[in-house]
C-alpha cells in the first residue's frame, strides 16, 4: 500500500511540474511584435461590427483587419490585468480603433494606414482584445 501511494505522490509532482512548465511555454508566435504603450503604424482593410454593451445596448465601432496576425507584448515596464495589456497569447488579425481619429468619417472597406498607439481592451466599449489610440487614418 506504501509503495501505491508513493506512486500516486510521484505521478502527481511530476503533472504538476508539467502544467507549471506549461505557463511559461505560452508565448505568441507570430513573425510581427508590437509592443503596447508604443507608437506603431499598422494597415488594413477597415470594417466596422456591432459591440453590445450590457447597459447602453448596441453600437458600431471600426477595426482594421491585418494582412497578418501580431503579436503584442506587454510595456517594457510590464502589464497591468486591470487594463488588459499584459500581452496577448495568441497573435490578433483585427484591432479596433480608437480615438479622435476614429470618430471620423472612415473609409470603411478600404485599405488604410493607421498611426497611433496600442493598448489593452478594459472596457465593455473594448470589443477586440486590442486597440489603437489612432491619431491618423489614411487611405492607401
Known sequence: MRAL???LVTVAA???AALAGMGTSRACDADVHYTYDQPVEIAGVLKSATGHHEVQGD????YVTLDKPVCVDAPKDGGDDDFGNTGTD???DRIQLAGEASQQ???VGERVKVEGTLF???TMW???QV???ASAVERQ
Open 90 to 92: 495568441t497573435p490578433v
Open 5 to 7: 501511494a508513493r506512486a
Open 14 to 16: 511530476a503533472g504538476s
Open 59 to 62: 453600437f458600431n465601432y471600426t
Open 126 to 128: 473594448h470589443i477586440e
Open 131 to 133: 486597440l489603437i489610440e
Open 120 to 122: 489593452g481592451a478594459h
Open 105 to 107: 468619417a472612415l473609409p
